[in-house]
Protein backbone atom coordinates (compact mmCIF):
# COMPACT_ATOMS: atom_id res chain seq x y z
CA UNK A 1 0.00 0.00 0.00
CA UNK A 2 1.56 3.50 -0.56
CA UNK A 3 0.93 6.04 1.77
CA UNK A 4 0.18 8.95 0.24
CA UNK A 5 0.21 12.92 1.19
CA UNK A 6 -3.44 14.70 2.44
CA UNK A 7 -5.46 15.95 -0.12
CA UNK A 8 -5.57 19.04 2.17
CA UNK A 9 -2.16 19.82 0.95
CA UNK A 10 -3.25 19.94 -2.55
CA UNK A 11 -2.87 23.41 -3.84
CA UNK A 12 0.04 24.35 -0.58
CA UNK A 13 3.61 25.11 -0.97
CA UNK A 14 5.83 27.57 0.70
CA UNK A 15 8.93 27.96 -1.93
CA UNK A 16 11.11 29.86 0.24
CA UNK A 17 11.93 26.40 1.53
CA UNK A 18 10.92 24.64 -1.24
CA UNK A 19 12.47 21.91 -3.63
CA UNK A 20 15.07 23.70 -4.37
CA UNK A 21 16.49 23.44 -1.35
CA UNK A 22 17.42 20.25 -1.37
CA UNK A 23 19.87 21.04 -4.24
CA UNK A 24 21.49 23.54 -2.09
CA UNK A 25 21.82 20.76 0.39
CA UNK A 26 23.13 18.14 -1.81
CA UNK A 27 25.66 20.65 -3.25
CA UNK A 28 26.59 21.34 0.48
CA UNK A 29 27.05 17.91 0.97
CA UNK A 30 29.09 17.38 -1.85
CA UNK A 31 31.55 20.29 -0.17
CA UNK A 32 30.18 23.34 -2.31
CA UNK A 33 30.47 26.52 -0.64
CA UNK A 34 26.21 27.89 -1.40
CA UNK A 35 25.54 31.30 -0.77
CA UNK A 36 21.92 31.10 1.03
CA UNK A 37 19.81 34.21 -0.37
CA UNK A 38 16.85 32.79 0.06
CA UNK A 39 15.89 32.58 3.35
CA UNK A 40 16.00 36.02 6.44
CA UNK A 41 18.00 34.44 8.92
CA UNK A 42 20.23 37.07 10.17
CA UNK A 43 22.64 34.68 12.23
CA UNK A 44 24.03 33.11 8.87
CA UNK A 45 24.97 36.84 8.50
CA UNK A 46 26.97 37.76 11.57
CA UNK A 47 24.07 39.36 12.93
CA UNK A 48 24.61 38.65 17.02
CA UNK A 49 21.70 38.55 19.09
CA UNK A 50 21.94 41.44 21.97
CA UNK A 51 23.59 40.37 24.80
CA UNK A 52 20.77 41.49 27.00
CA UNK A 53 18.35 39.40 25.39
CA UNK A 54 20.50 36.45 25.87
CA UNK A 55 21.01 37.16 29.44
CA UNK A 56 17.57 37.19 30.38
CA UNK A 57 16.94 33.66 28.66
CA UNK A 58 19.73 32.41 30.42
CA UNK A 59 18.32 33.95 33.86
CA UNK A 60 14.65 32.37 32.85
CA UNK A 61 15.91 28.51 31.80
CA UNK A 62 15.43 27.57 35.50
CA UNK A 63 11.83 28.30 34.94
CA UNK A 64 11.33 27.34 31.72
CA UNK A 65 11.01 23.44 32.17
CA UNK A 66 7.15 23.29 32.89
CA UNK A 67 4.70 24.87 30.94
CA UNK A 68 3.39 28.21 30.85
CA UNK A 69 0.16 30.00 30.38
CA UNK A 70 -1.28 29.08 27.32
CA UNK A 71 -1.18 32.71 25.84
CA UNK A 72 2.37 33.07 27.44
CA UNK A 73 4.20 34.36 30.84
CA UNK A 74 2.59 37.16 32.11
CA UNK A 75 5.95 39.70 32.27
CA UNK A 76 6.26 38.71 28.10
CA UNK A 77 2.72 39.68 27.53
CA UNK A 78 2.57 42.71 29.47
CA UNK A 79 5.61 44.07 27.82
CA UNK A 80 3.91 43.69 24.23
CA UNK A 81 0.99 45.05 25.43
CA UNK A 82 2.94 48.28 26.82
CA UNK A 83 4.61 48.23 23.72
CA UNK A 84 1.33 48.85 21.36
CA UNK A 85 -0.26 51.30 24.10
CA UNK A 86 2.76 53.46 23.45
CA UNK A 87 2.23 53.49 19.45
CA UNK A 88 -1.64 54.20 20.04
CA UNK A 89 -3.58 51.27 21.34
CA UNK A 90 -4.60 52.59 24.63
CA UNK A 91 -7.32 49.62 24.83
CA UNK A 92 -4.78 46.81 24.60
CA UNK A 93 -4.28 44.45 27.73
CA UNK A 94 -2.62 41.65 28.80
CA UNK A 95 -5.52 39.64 27.96
CA UNK A 96 -5.48 40.54 24.22
CA UNK A 97 -1.85 39.07 23.45
CA UNK A 98 -0.78 35.44 22.94
CA UNK A 99 2.81 34.68 22.46
CA UNK A 100 3.80 31.85 19.91
CA UNK A 101 6.90 29.97 18.41
CA UNK A 102 7.76 32.92 15.96
CA UNK A 103 4.48 34.90 13.62
CA UNK A 104 4.12 31.52 11.49
CA UNK A 105 2.70 29.09 14.39
CA UNK A 106 0.17 32.61 15.25
CA UNK A 107 -0.84 33.04 11.78
CA UNK A 108 -1.84 29.49 11.33
CA UNK A 109 -3.78 29.30 14.99
CA UNK A 110 -5.39 32.72 13.78
CA UNK A 111 -6.42 31.72 9.86
CA UNK A 112 -7.74 27.81 11.27
CA UNK A 113 -9.62 29.65 14.35
CA UNK A 114 -11.49 31.99 11.71
CA UNK A 115 -11.43 30.46 8.15
CA UNK A 116 -14.46 28.21 6.90
CA UNK A 117 -14.08 26.01 3.41
CA UNK A 118 -14.58 28.37 0.78
CA UNK A 119 -14.36 31.81 2.88
CA UNK A 120 -12.11 33.82 1.37
CA UNK A 121 -9.49 36.15 2.28
CA UNK A 122 -8.04 38.33 0.12
CA UNK A 123 -3.91 38.18 0.50
CA UNK A 124 -1.19 40.67 -1.87
CA UNK A 125 0.39 39.68 -4.48
CA UNK A 126 3.28 39.07 -4.38
CA UNK A 127 3.01 37.94 -0.81
CA UNK A 128 4.49 36.02 2.22
CA UNK A 129 3.40 32.86 0.97
CA UNK A 130 3.01 31.54 4.42
CA UNK A 131 -0.50 33.46 4.39
CA UNK A 132 -1.71 31.87 0.88
CA UNK A 133 -0.51 28.32 2.32
CA UNK A 134 -2.73 28.60 5.99
CA UNK A 135 -5.65 29.65 3.89
CA UNK A 136 -5.60 26.89 1.70
CA UNK A 137 -4.98 24.64 3.86
CA UNK A 138 -7.83 26.22 6.43
CA UNK A 139 -10.32 25.90 3.14
CA UNK A 140 -10.14 28.76 2.56
CA UNK A 141 -10.02 30.53 -0.89
CA UNK A 142 -6.62 32.90 -0.99
CA UNK A 143 -8.00 35.86 -3.33
CA UNK A 144 -4.60 38.24 -4.51
CA UNK A 145 -5.11 41.53 -4.83
CA UNK A 146 -2.20 43.36 -7.06
CA UNK A 147 0.76 45.39 -5.57
CA UNK A 148 1.66 47.93 -8.23
CA UNK A 149 5.35 47.73 -9.06
CA UNK A 150 4.83 51.24 -11.24
CA UNK A 151 3.55 52.51 -7.72
CA UNK A 152 6.40 51.58 -5.54
CA UNK A 153 4.59 48.38 -4.91
CA UNK A 154 1.69 49.88 -3.32
CA UNK A 155 -1.52 47.66 -3.51
CA UNK A 156 -3.61 49.15 -6.05
CA UNK A 157 -6.84 50.22 -4.03
CA UNK A 158 -9.08 49.36 -6.89
CA UNK A 159 -7.85 46.55 -7.49
CA UNK A 160 -8.24 45.25 -4.03
CA UNK A 161 -11.92 46.46 -4.16
CA UNK A 162 -12.91 44.75 -6.75
CA UNK A 163 -11.93 41.58 -5.36
CA UNK A 164 -14.09 41.35 -2.44
CA UNK A 165 -17.51 39.32 -2.84
CA UNK A 166 -19.91 38.16 -0.43
CA UNK A 167 -17.32 35.47 0.55
CA UNK A 168 -14.75 37.55 1.57
CA UNK A 169 -13.70 37.31 5.25
CA UNK A 170 -10.74 38.83 6.35
CA UNK A 171 -7.77 41.40 4.69
CA UNK A 172 -4.35 40.27 4.83
CA UNK A 173 -1.88 43.54 5.16
CA UNK A 174 1.70 43.04 4.73
CA UNK A 175 3.66 45.85 6.06
CA UNK A 176 6.51 46.13 5.78
CA UNK A 177 5.99 44.15 2.37
CA UNK A 178 7.77 40.49 1.96
CA UNK A 179 9.08 40.42 -0.49
CA UNK A 180 9.05 43.91 -2.00
CA UNK A 181 10.33 46.18 0.55
CA UNK A 182 7.48 48.66 0.12
CA UNK A 183 6.11 50.56 3.54
CA UNK A 184 2.84 51.58 3.38
CA UNK A 185 1.92 55.56 3.27
CA UNK A 186 -0.75 55.98 5.63
CA UNK A 187 -3.26 57.31 2.97
CA UNK A 188 -3.19 53.85 1.20
CA UNK A 189 -3.68 52.18 5.04
CA UNK A 190 -6.43 54.57 5.02
CA UNK A 191 -8.25 53.43 1.83
CA UNK A 192 -7.30 49.65 2.62
CA UNK A 193 -9.03 50.08 6.19
CA UNK A 194 -12.07 51.73 4.84
CA UNK A 195 -12.58 49.00 2.82
CA UNK A 196 -12.20 46.69 5.34
CA UNK A 197 -14.94 48.50 7.76
CA UNK A 198 -17.32 49.04 5.32
CA UNK A 199 -17.21 45.60 4.27
CA UNK A 200 -17.20 44.19 7.95
CA UNK A 201 -14.05 42.19 7.16
CA UNK A 202 -11.35 41.12 9.99
CA UNK A 203 -7.96 42.63 9.03
CA UNK A 204 -4.79 40.29 9.82
CA UNK A 205 -1.92 42.78 10.05
CA UNK A 206 1.51 41.35 9.31
CA UNK A 207 4.27 43.66 11.33
CA UNK A 208 7.29 41.82 11.64
CA UNK A 209 9.63 44.54 9.95
CA UNK A 210 8.19 47.65 11.89
CA UNK A 211 11.07 48.68 12.64
CA UNK A 212 13.49 47.94 9.28
CA UNK A 213 12.72 51.54 7.58
CA UNK A 214 14.96 53.26 5.64
CA UNK A 215 15.61 56.78 4.65
CA UNK A 216 12.96 58.26 7.09
CA UNK A 217 10.22 56.48 6.16
CA UNK A 218 7.15 56.03 8.78
CA UNK A 219 5.59 52.79 9.58
CA UNK A 220 1.87 53.23 10.52
CA UNK A 221 0.35 50.53 12.70
CA UNK A 222 -2.67 49.12 10.95
CA UNK A 223 -4.50 48.70 14.46
CA UNK A 224 -3.70 52.64 15.29
CA UNK A 225 -5.10 53.91 11.60
CA UNK A 226 -8.55 52.02 12.26
CA UNK A 227 -8.95 51.44 16.16
CA UNK A 228 -13.17 50.53 15.17
CA UNK A 229 -11.88 47.74 13.30
CA UNK A 230 -11.31 44.32 14.36
CA UNK A 231 -7.12 43.90 14.10
CA UNK A 232 -5.45 41.22 14.51
CA UNK A 233 -1.19 42.13 14.99
CA UNK A 234 1.53 39.62 14.56
CA UNK A 235 4.94 40.41 15.06
CA UNK A 236 8.07 39.21 16.86
CA UNK A 237 11.92 39.49 17.72
CA UNK A 238 13.20 37.31 15.11
CA UNK A 239 14.30 40.12 12.43
CA UNK A 240 14.67 43.25 14.10
CA UNK A 241 16.33 41.28 17.64
CA UNK A 242 18.22 39.04 15.31
CA UNK A 243 16.96 35.77 17.84
CA UNK A 244 14.98 34.27 15.11
CA UNK A 245 16.14 30.79 16.26
CA UNK A 246 14.31 31.62 19.71
CA UNK A 247 11.09 31.54 17.82
CA UNK A 248 9.61 34.30 20.10
CA UNK A 249 6.17 35.90 18.52
CA UNK A 250 3.30 37.74 19.32
CA UNK A 251 -0.38 38.60 18.11
CA UNK A 252 -2.70 41.35 19.53
CA UNK A 253 -6.04 41.32 19.10
CA UNK A 254 -7.43 44.49 19.10
CA UNK A 255 -10.89 46.94 18.50
CA UNK A 256 -13.94 46.28 18.85
CA UNK A 257 -14.57 42.49 20.41
CA UNK A 258 -17.78 42.59 21.68
CA UNK A 259 -18.98 40.88 18.67
CA UNK A 260 -15.83 38.38 18.33
CA UNK A 261 -16.44 36.47 21.35
CA UNK A 262 -17.19 33.24 19.51
CA UNK A 263 -14.35 33.40 17.34
CA UNK A 264 -11.74 34.32 20.18
CA UNK A 265 -13.08 31.16 22.04
CA UNK A 266 -11.48 29.92 19.22
CA UNK A 267 -8.73 31.32 19.60
CA UNK A 268 -8.21 30.18 22.88
CA UNK A 269 -9.38 26.69 22.31
CA UNK A 270 -6.04 26.38 20.01
CA UNK A 271 -3.89 28.27 22.05
CA UNK A 272 -4.81 25.53 24.55
CA UNK A 273 -4.67 22.81 21.68
CA UNK A 274 -0.47 23.27 21.71
CA UNK A 275 0.11 23.87 25.44
CA UNK A 276 2.58 27.08 25.42
CA UNK A 277 5.03 28.35 23.34
CA UNK A 278 8.46 27.51 23.97
CA UNK A 279 9.12 28.69 27.51
CA UNK A 280 12.75 29.98 26.84
CA UNK A 281 11.88 31.94 24.25
CA UNK A 282 8.86 33.80 26.09
CA UNK A 283 12.02 35.42 28.45
CA UNK A 284 13.70 37.28 25.34
CA UNK A 285 10.43 39.20 24.59
CA UNK A 286 10.37 41.57 27.67
CA UNK A 287 14.32 42.40 27.76
CA UNK A 288 13.89 43.18 23.74
CA UNK A 289 10.92 45.48 23.81
CA UNK A 290 12.66 47.13 27.62
CA UNK A 291 16.29 47.08 25.97
CA UNK A 292 17.54 49.84 23.48
CA UNK A 293 16.57 49.43 19.98
CA UNK A 294 19.76 48.43 18.69
CA UNK A 295 18.27 47.98 15.30
CA UNK A 296 17.97 51.58 14.45
CA UNK A 297 21.81 51.96 14.12
CA UNK A 298 21.77 49.65 11.21
CA UNK A 299 19.40 51.27 8.84
CA UNK A 300 20.77 54.78 9.92
CA UNK A 301 23.05 56.43 6.91
CA UNK A 302 26.49 54.48 7.41
CA UNK A 303 24.66 51.38 9.33
CA UNK A 304 24.88 48.12 8.08
CA UNK A 305 21.71 47.15 7.13
CA UNK A 306 20.91 50.46 5.55
CA UNK A 307 24.85 50.10 3.48
CA UNK A 308 23.75 46.70 2.19
CA UNK A 309 19.97 48.27 0.86
CA UNK A 310 21.49 50.07 -1.18
CA UNK A 311 24.41 48.50 -2.15
CA UNK A 312 21.82 45.50 -3.78
CA UNK A 313 19.83 48.30 -5.20
CA UNK A 314 22.14 49.65 -6.86
CA UNK A 315 23.81 46.29 -8.41
CA UNK A 316 20.70 44.82 -9.37
CA UNK A 317 19.75 47.99 -11.34
CA UNK A 318 23.03 48.20 -13.26
CA UNK A 319 22.18 44.58 -15.17
CA UNK A 320 21.15 44.43 -18.21
CA UNK A 321 17.70 43.65 -18.63
CA UNK A 322 17.33 44.04 -14.64
CA UNK A 323 15.27 46.67 -12.26
CA UNK A 324 14.34 46.94 -8.72
CA UNK A 325 12.08 49.26 -6.88
CA UNK A 326 14.14 50.55 -4.25
CA UNK A 327 13.08 48.47 -0.66
CA UNK A 328 11.74 51.17 2.04
CA UNK A 329 12.11 48.50 5.03
CA UNK A 330 12.47 44.95 5.62
CA UNK A 331 15.60 42.44 4.30
CA UNK A 332 14.66 41.71 0.57
CA UNK A 333 14.47 43.12 -2.96
CA UNK A 334 12.07 41.67 -5.53
CA UNK A 335 13.85 42.86 -8.94
CA UNK A 336 12.40 42.36 -11.85
CA UNK A 337 13.60 40.64 -15.39
CA UNK A 338 12.14 42.44 -18.33
CA UNK A 339 10.56 39.81 -20.74
CA UNK A 340 12.31 40.96 -23.57
CA UNK A 341 15.92 40.99 -22.44
CA UNK A 342 15.49 37.42 -20.01
CA UNK A 343 12.87 35.44 -21.68
CA UNK A 344 12.41 33.17 -18.86
CA UNK A 345 9.11 30.79 -18.84
CA UNK A 346 9.91 29.08 -16.02
CA UNK A 347 11.46 30.79 -12.99
CA UNK A 348 11.83 28.10 -10.97
CA UNK A 349 13.98 26.52 -13.49
CA UNK A 350 15.88 29.56 -13.92
CA UNK A 351 16.49 29.84 -9.94
CA UNK A 352 17.88 26.08 -9.58
CA UNK A 353 20.13 26.48 -12.92
CA UNK A 354 21.30 29.34 -10.93
CA UNK A 355 22.24 27.74 -8.13
CA UNK A 356 23.67 25.11 -10.26
CA UNK A 357 25.99 27.41 -11.69
CA UNK A 358 26.90 30.06 -9.38
CA UNK A 359 26.07 27.90 -6.36
CA UNK A 360 23.63 31.46 -5.07
CA UNK A 361 20.30 30.31 -3.68
CA UNK A 362 17.00 33.11 -4.56
CA UNK A 363 13.59 32.54 -4.62
CA UNK A 364 11.42 32.74 -7.70
CA UNK A 365 8.94 35.31 -8.15
CA UNK A 366 6.07 32.96 -8.47
CA UNK A 367 6.83 31.44 -4.81
CA UNK A 368 5.28 34.48 -3.55
CA UNK A 369 2.03 33.83 -5.71
CA UNK A 370 3.02 36.39 -8.01
CA UNK A 371 1.76 35.82 -11.56
CA UNK A 372 4.22 36.01 -14.03
CA UNK A 373 8.03 34.38 -14.08
CA UNK A 374 9.73 37.60 -14.14
CA UNK A 375 10.72 38.36 -10.82
CA UNK A 376 12.90 36.96 -8.10
CA UNK A 377 13.74 37.76 -4.63
CA UNK A 378 17.17 38.68 -2.61
CA UNK A 379 18.12 38.80 1.01
CA UNK A 380 19.72 41.83 1.72
CA UNK A 381 21.74 40.40 5.14
CA UNK A 382 24.54 39.59 3.73
CA UNK A 383 27.98 42.15 4.23
CA UNK A 384 27.97 45.02 1.56
CA UNK A 385 30.97 43.91 -0.71
CA UNK A 386 29.41 39.77 -0.82
CA UNK A 387 26.11 41.17 -2.21
CA UNK A 388 28.59 43.31 -4.91
CA UNK A 389 30.22 39.90 -5.98
CA UNK A 390 27.31 37.48 -6.11
CA UNK A 391 24.69 40.00 -7.68
CA UNK A 392 27.44 40.92 -10.45
CA UNK A 393 27.93 37.02 -10.57
CA UNK A 394 24.14 37.09 -11.17
CA UNK A 395 24.76 39.64 -13.63
CA UNK A 396 27.05 37.41 -15.32
CA UNK A 397 24.95 34.38 -15.57
CA UNK A 398 22.10 36.32 -17.03
CA UNK A 399 24.08 37.36 -19.97
CA UNK A 400 24.42 34.29 -20.93
CA UNK A 401 21.50 32.55 -20.16
CA UNK A 402 18.57 31.15 -22.48
CA UNK A 403 15.21 28.61 -21.65
Known amino acids: MEFRQSSKLTGVCYEIRGPVIEHADALEAA???????????????GFDAPEEIVREVSRGLAESHGYTDSRGILPARRAVAGYYRERGLAEVDVADVYLGNGVSELISMAVQAFVDDGDEVLIPTPDFPLWTAVTTLAGGRPVHYLC?????WFPD??????????????????????????????????GMLDLARRHHLMVFADEIYDQILYDDHVHHLAAAVAPDVLCLTFSGLSKAYRVAGYRAGWMVVSGPKHHAADFLEGLRMLASMRLCA???????????????????????PGGRLREQRDRAWEKLNE?????????????????????????????EKFVLDLLLREKIQVV??????????????????????????AISRIGRFLTGYRQ
Do not use: M
Open 31 to 45: GHSVLRLNTGNPALF
Open 148 to 152: DEGAD
Open 157 to 190: LDDLAAKITDRTRALVIINPNNPTGAVYPREILE
Open 278 to 300: NAPGQYAVRAALAGPRSVRELVL
Open 319 to 347: IPGVSCVKPKGALYAFPRLDPAVHRIHDD
Open 364 to 389: QGTGFNWPRPDHFRILTLPAADDLDA
